[in-house]
């Protein structure tokens, strides 16, 4: 089946530096969407990419979905202690009714 | 717009016994997923739902079932509860034209004894 490899595990950065982490899948996914969820919570939705080599920004937020449609990245510019929590990436191959595919998840620690 | 809705967020319960747990969509969103995350096997798809019929169904035993009413709420039950059902239920909905993007819910966290 569908898998997604999601690198770091985890990362400790301190406050104003840049993070970047990423996906890679054995399958081709249609859809790339990247999520942040905080103890307690569930997954809020950061950015939803569409299209192969999309770049989409949210604020201090960048994502893109690459040429080969395998992978994906975030990038999070000059972090702040708000950014702590789990980042997720998920695809949607496009065969499967409302089923997404997670990567293992970011832990983000963000020091002040 | 009000987001996604669950109830109750929290539940106990013991071996043996059966839980229902609720979810509500954003308004105008047909389309339901359900989803358990532990923190060994992280988020992993139980089933979907669209205008009440089951479009999808993960790798979960029997004991998991759900279903959607009318309105687009949806509810699952999980039957004869193992230690193993312990986790973060989430549900999340998306609207019929939209290519999977899903918006999550709170969560409901059932623990079994």
């Known amino acids: 089946g569908q898998q997604l490899n999601q690198s770091p595990q985890s990362m400790f950065i301190q406050e104003g530096e840049d993070v970047s982490m990423n996906c890679t899948s054995s399958s081709i996914f249609n859809t790339w969407l990247w999520y942040k969820q905080e103890p307690g919570e569930g997954p809020v939705l950061l950015i939803a990419l569409y299209k192969a080599g999309e770049l989409t920004s949210n604020g201090r937020l960048t994502a893109q979905f690459g040429i080969t449609r395998k992978d994906s990245f975030l990038n999070i510019s000059a972090s702040i202690p708000s950014d702590v929590g789990i980042y997720f990436c998920a695809g949607d191959g496009g065969t499967s009714y409302g089923k997404l595919t997670f990567g293992q998840g970011t832990i983000l620690t963000v020091h002040p | 717009k009000a987001g996604v809705t669950q109830t109750p967020r929290y539940l106990i319960k013991t071996r043996g016994q059966q839980v229902t747990l609720s979810c509500s969509p954003i308004?105008?969103?047909?389309?339901v997923s359900w989803y358990q995350q532990t923190p060994g096997q992280g988020l992993q798809f139980l089933f979907e739902y669209f205008s009440e019929t089951q479009r999808n169904k993960g790798n979960f035993p029997g004991r998991f079932s759900g279903r959607q009413f009318s309105n687009s709420r949806s509810e699952m039950n999980v039957s004869t509860l193992e230690l193993g059902d312990s986790a973060l239920y989430l549900c999340?909905?998306?609207?019929?034209?939209?290519?999977?993007?899903?918006?999550f819910g709170p969560g409901t966290r059932l623990t079994v004894l």
């Open positions: 308004s105008g969103h047909r389309s």
């Open positions: 999340a909905s998306s609207a019929t034209s939209s290519p999977d993007t899903q918006y």
